[in-house]
């Protein structure tokens, strides 16, 4: 195989965003909060929400992309993205990315429950929605991608037929804020050192401002998952085994306070994705949690 063709497939591999399916492991959180997470016709399920999502997350990474042509050629990142930088030709784009989108609804439609349809569904506008227009206005733009994880979190509660807990909607709307104006932070850095503006929104930004907001959000995310680990509902999953919960938050304090040092340390935030995947730290804290956690509810 010739190295040309090697490169288009990874243009065109890259164009689909694979690294930022992470996100959509979200679909697993109400299952694996409501102990349900190992019963194999749940979990088969979720996998195939979680393909199903994924696809629909391309069609909205190719369609921003395609919108963000001219700004991604001025960001020193993006413009080596697949389209902006020409690898990826428009039409192939366009077509890949209805493939992906009317399989994934099609495949949703047919065999999955009808409140999953619907989810998706409204996934994809509220997304469409954010990419011609709603990403440009701030606060707003960063709430949307908040919103967004919220229905990965109800797509995946009703693919597993379990209610997900107030507390679990609160929680991953918070982490999901915090996160995007960590990754807005940087944009607003790229503004000062050199004046080119990565988006429009970061006229509705400042420093100031944007740490502001992460000290307020992460401090409230803080305070509602101790209070989670408190609350009736949670003590109810497996009895005694949970009553010590709160132990749990000692990942998510040490994984928020590491993120926040890699925003206003590091000021190296805006790739949530990238962080995940590359800090050790932020690892480590996700891995005890996951295992504390889930020793608690299953053993």
């Known amino acids: 195989m010739s190295s040309s063709v090697v490169g288009s497939l990874k243009s065109f591999f890259l164009m689909l ?8 492991i979200f679909v697993f959180l109400p299952a694996f909060f409501g102990g349900a997470i190992f019963k194999p016709e749940i979990l088969l399920s979720l996998l195939a929400g979680f393909g199903l ?33 020409g690898k990826i030709a428009i039409p192939l784009a366009v077509i890949t990315g ?21 989810l998706i569904a409204s996934y994809f506008a509220l997304n469409t929605a ?20 919220v229905l990965r979190v109800a797509f995946g509660a009703a693919i597993a037929h379990i209610e997900p807990s107030s507390w679990l909607i609160l929680m991953t709307f918070l982490l999901s804020l915090f996160l995007g104006f960590a990754k807005r932070r940087d944009d607003v850095l790229i503004f000062e050192d050199s004046g080119k503006k990565m988006r429009q929104s970061i006229d509705g930004y400042n ?20 209070m989670y680990t408190q609350s009736s ?3 109810s999953f497996t009895g005694a085994n949970t009553k010590h919960l709160y132990i749990t938050s000692i990942f998510v304090i040490a994984g928020l306070y590491r993120y926040i040092q890699i ?24 891995a005890g949690w996951v295992l504390t956690l889930g020793g608690m509810i299953y053993l």
């Open 207 to 226: 420093r100031q401002m944007i740490d502001t907001l992460l000290s307020i959000t992460s401090t409230i995310l803080i305070i509602c998952y101790i």
């Open 53 to 85: 999502y994924s696809a629909v997350s391309s069609a909205v990474y190719i369609l921003n992309d395609i919108i963000d042509i001219p700004s991604d050629k001025l960001h020193p990142i993006k413009k080596d993205r697949p389209i902006a930088s």
């Open 98 to 118: 209805l493939g992906s989108l009317i399989s994934a609804f099609a495949i949703t439609w047919a065999f999955m429950p009808h409140a999953a349809s619907i």
């Open 263 to 286: 925003a206003l340390v590091r000021s190296q935030s805006g790739s949530p994705t990238k962080v995940l995947f590359t800090d050790p730290m932020i690892q480590i804290s996700i």
């Open 17 to 24: 965003r694979p690294k930022q399916y992470a996100k959509n």
């Open 233 to 235: 509902q949670s003590l």
């Open 130 to 149: 954010y990419c011609l227009h709603l990403k440009n206005v701030a606060i707003i733009d960063v709430m949307i991608i908040a919103v967004g994880f």
